[in-house]
């Protein structure tokens, strides 16, 4: 759930995923590679396909080829290669820490150390068996009525057991100098609503593997009924899937902002105990709430009335297995992984306990770990010389604001306003978090991630009534990641992401431009795309369109949702353009831009030709690099029915077949399977 709160309060580059690695960056820190002079590497190229017809392909064609996924991931490529070096940096400052003798209790280090190794000793997690979550499931057999069940919808989600209702904090959209109790749809097990109706082979197969899935984690608990138990889950999540609003829909910023008196609460359904819920969460002295989707919170009070204790208990009962499942037993931990990892994602092979306690300690002690790798991994010339780059991306940005034809000057003007506003966060945090309200305990995995996670609400709460924490990060400095947050108007750059083939300090400026600057640009580009265009420059959700350049940019929008409603992923799936939509503007958005400043940083003069490739030729095979992957069939699927980005390869090629100066560098032409008519083409920013 926490993925999905984020997505609704910030845009990030790509989707958060985690993967694995074996290089040794302890010994090589990855601001000191070498490179090659231009920052291109031209083995990975496929010199076969014509950059006309497919550059995505010709740049990347020949690493494609050659590489194959490994069985533990369901994804290779740019961004996975950094991921997994920061996992091994921060595998090393972890076993650093864990080998320590007598760390002070309560210190963080004694914190890292603990949670890591209660993670690691497996024979402790077999001997207990489903022991550490009796509490809970003692809990639930004993709720008598559905005032006790609002009760314990609230108590737990502060633990990390989901509910149909996600409660979360985050700015007020609309008074963004405040924060405010915020609602979201959830209380779905499959990966979409559409996964419980639609039809086809795939997802036939997948419901019944999901009900299989029910009955074998109830079996393996030491449960009975686990197939009438399966039904059970299935048909409340059905219900409550056919008033989800879908990911089109939840991308409104305007028709999710739906702020209520928590007093006239009951308007919304009067079926559901409002108040021992937010009691439970700790905000019952709060005056109101936003509720993203309320005609779905409107039917869950009718299936919360109409659904009996007895199977509400059985719903719950499986979601604490299921939540739980990765710090429990062997067989119940490789019985999640069968279906969510093998037959969902399409990977083989659980990854590594290590990686995987490696991705538990930075869930919970995040910040801990980013200062250590902050001082051995990223240098300070790394961050000034980002800021620089920042700076002229917000130049570049500015003039191409000026110049644009569509646009009138009261609309331009508020637009640089905004433009001017940005917050750049580059790195690390200025402040770090604060764990010492968390206690970790050697021995005691599932008590540590229950009190991590009612740790982690806990300062969610406190923030309400005070000012806005503008040094908070919603991202660790060793994720290979980047955002925008609307509310705060904010671009957000970790460390980890400030390496080749993004950022090279040994490449010449094209590959940097083309690379890190596009996903600067990016990130801007949020800012003023089809949903974040609609917040002003102190982050409020307010319109500050002219009526006629409104109507202006939303052709030009429809015109970028066609272009990639006409991208195949595979025979019978296509690019969602509505879904991606504002994830396309980003990334058009980006490389222009990003382009422009590249050109402005020649200061007039001609680029050097370097290996054999011009300024402009090596700008855009850096933009095409960054977006090198493979990915397994099954998530490429999933991923293209749920993901907000559009799949690597049409990130690179959408984006390029607009830009006239692409065209120039390599000589496209009408009939090349990349052309598009100049009329046709989508210019926004």
């Excluded at 604490?320 to 062997?330: G, I, P, R, V």
């Excluded at 595979?570 to 422009?596: C, M, P, Q």
């Excluded at 390869?649 to 009939?671: C, H, T």
Aim: include cysteine.
């Amino acid at each position: 759930m926490k993925t999905l709160i984020t997505g609704a309060v910030c845009t990030s580059l790509l989707l958060v995923a985690g993967c694995n690695s074996s290089s040794d960056v302890a010994e090589k820190p990855a601001m000191q590679k070498t490179a090659l002079a231009s920052g291109i590497d031209k083995a990975n190229m496929d010199l076969s396909v014509r950059p006309q017809d497919n550059f995505y392909r010709y740049v990347n064609g020949g690493w494609i080829n050659k590489h194959e996924i490994p069985a533990d991931k369901t994804a290779i490529g740019s961004f996975y290669d950094l991921r997994d070096e920061s996992e091994e940096a921060v595998k090393s400052i972890i076993e650093e820490l864990a080998a320590t003798p007598n760390l002070q209790q309560g210190s963080d280090e004694q914190k890292v150390a603990d949670l890591f190794n209660s993670y690691m000793d497996k024979d402790a997690r077999e001997a207990k068996g489903i022991e550490p979550i009796m509490p809970v499931l003692n809990e639930i057999a004993g709720l008598k009525s559905k005032d006790d069940l609002a009760t314990f919808f609230g108590t737990y989600q502060a633990k990390g057991l989901g509910s149909p209702l996600a409660f979360y904090i985050s700015i007020d959209a609309k008074e963004s100098t405040r924060y405010a109790t915020h609602i979201w749809q959830s209380g779905l097990g499959l990966s979409d609503r559409d996964y419980y109706f639609n039809e086809g082979e795939r997802f036939e197969t997948m419901r019944d593997g999901y009900k299989k899935h029910i009955a074998n984690m109830y079996q393996l608990a030491g449960f009975k009924n686990g197939s009438q138990a399966a039904d059970t889950v299935m048909a409340i999540e059905t219900k409550l899937a056919e008033h989800h609003w879908t990911r089109v829909q939840t991308r409104d910023s305007e028709k999710r902002y739906n702020k209520f008196a928590v007093a006239d609460l009951n308007t919304v359904t009067d079926k559901f105990n409002w108040t021992n819920y937010l009691t439970a969460q700790g905000v019952a002295n709060q005056q109101d709430i936003i509720i993203n989707q309320p005609d779905f919170v409107k039917a869950f009070g009718e299936i919360f009335a109409d659904t009996s204790m007895t199977d509400w208990k059985t719903y719950l009962r499986f979601h604490a297995l299921s939540s739980y499942a990765s710090y429990l037993t062997k067989a119940i931990d490789d019985e999640n992984f069968d279906f969510y990892g093998r037959q969902v994602s399409g990977r083989k092979e659980q990854r590594e306990a290590w990686k995987r306690g490696v991705s538990v300690v930075n869930g919970s002690l995040g910040e801990v770990i980013g200062k250590v790798y902050v001082g051995r991994y990223f240098k300070p010339e790394a961050k000034t010389r980002m800021s620089v780059l920042v700076e002229n991306l917000r130049n570049a940005y500015g003039e191409s604001i000026n110049d644009l034809e569509w646009m009138s000057e009261d609309t331009k003007k508020q637009a640089q306003i905004k433009l001017a506003a940005f917050t750049p966060k580059i790195g690390y945090p200025d402040k770090w978090q604060d764990y010492s309200g968390l206690e970790i305990k050697r021995g005691d995995l599932v008590g540590n991630i229950m009190r991590a996670n009612q740790d982690a609400h806990n300062k969610q709460v406190a923030k309400l009534g005070g000012a806005i924490q503008k040094w908070e990060w919603l991202m660790t400095p060793q994720t290979v990641n980047a955002y925008y947050m609307p509310p705060a108007n904010e671009i957000v750059f970790p460390a980890a992401i400030l390496q080749p083939p993004f950022f090279n300090m040994a490449a010449d400026d094209a590959v940097n431009y083309g690379g890190i600057g596009a996903v600067i640009g990016h990130e801007m580009g949020h800012g003023f795309d089809d949903q974040g265009s609609r917040y002003d420059a102190e982050g409020n959700l307010r319109n500050w369109w002219t009526d006629q350049d409104l109507e202006e940019f939303k052709k030009r929008t429809t015109q970028l949702v066609a272009q990639y409603d006409g991208y195949q992923v595979f025979d019978d799936l296509a690019v969602n353009g509505k879904l991606t939509l504002g994830e396309n503007i980003g990334d058009l958005s980006g490389v222009t831009i990003a382009y422009k400043a590249y050109k402005a940083s020649l200061n007039g003069k001609e680029a050097p030709v370097i290996d054999g490739l011009t300024g402009d030729q090596r700008f855009f095979m850096g933009f095409a690099q960054i977006w090198r992957s493979k990915i397994v069939e099954k998530s490429m699927r999933n991923r293209v029915e749920t993901d907000p980005h559009s799949p690597a390869e049409f990130r690179a090629l959408g984006s390029l077949s607009n830009m006239p100066e692409f065209y120039e560098a390599f000589d496209v032409k009408e009939g090349d399977k990349m052309y598009i008519a100049p009329e046709n083409r989508v210019k926004i920013w």
